[in-house]
């Protein structure tokens, strides 16, 4: 049980490349989250997604694109590289809530390193 | 008032040391709250949830005060392996969204 998996661990991008950020999950969560952390700073939710199919912004989507086409996977897509996305990325997942104040634990993957130069 | 804040710390303690740590919270109608550990560059890790009053597990005990707002979480006897980031976490809305504290540093030191 692999849990959470993000590929790749490290990547170095040039201004204005573009690249995707992957995310598998496979302990059948219908939830999944992206969020990037600055040093020092809180983790930041970019966009997520309560099903395949389905997936709404959150607090920094500019820049960003999502996609879920399977409840396993939640890929995020880094259109046109910049400096200012320099950043440590993690993806997690978790079940829905169990009632309207039940929120449920969410399980991170290892993260994905992210350098812009 | 920030949805979720806390002390940054550093705390550095000696170990075997209690210490204890305060989060606030701004949303009153929250019922369930997180406790995660965050190593230096690793992954936020769930360390403990609240739900109702309090929740304990081994040496971390972790209590909800409705009233003020906030909650706590103790360590007894600390550790050297206990030395993390400790987050605060609070519930947002739909979505299962979570909002993360930027966290409180906590050095053990022999």
């Known amino acids: 049980n692999a849990g959470v998996t993000q590929t790749p661990k490290f990547r170095i991008l040039k201004i204005g490349q573009s690249m995707t950020l992957q995310c598998a999950q496979d302990m059948n ?19 997520y997604s309560v099903g395949a199919g389905i997936t709404d912004k959150g607090e920094v989507p500019n820049g960003y694109n999502v ?16 400096p200012s996305q320099t950043s440590v990325y993690f993806c997690a997942s978790s079940y829905p809530r169990q009632g309207e104040h039940s929120n449920q634990p969410q399980h991170f993957g290892d993260g994905t390193r992210l350098s812009i130069l | ?63 909800l005060n409705r009233a003020s707002q906030y909650i706590s979480l103790l360590i007894r006897d600390s550790k050297l392996s206990d030395s993390a ?14 909002t993360f504290g930027t966290g409180t540093q906590l050095k053990v030191e022999l």
């Open chain 1, 29 to 47: 969560h219908n939830y999944m989250y992206w969020y990037r952390q600055d040093p020092g700073m809180g983790l930041k939710l970019i966009y």
């Open chain 2, 1 to 63: 008032r920030k949805e979720v804040e806390q002390d940054p710390g550093p705390f550095n303690v000696p170990e075997g040391a209690t210490v204890a740590f305060n989060c606030t919270y701004s949303n009153s109608a929250s019922q369930s709250f997180f406790w995660y550990r965050q190593d230096c560059r690793k992954e936020p890790k769930l360390l403990m949830s609240v739900y109702s009053s309090g929740n304990e597990d081994g040496r971390f005990t972790a209590q």
């Open chain 1, 67 to 82: 996609s879920r086409s399977t409840t396993e996977d939640f890929p995020l897509r880094l259109e046109l590289a910049a």
């Open chain 2, 85 to 98: 980031t400790y987050l605060c976490v609070s519930p947002t809305g739909g979505g299962n969204k979570l």
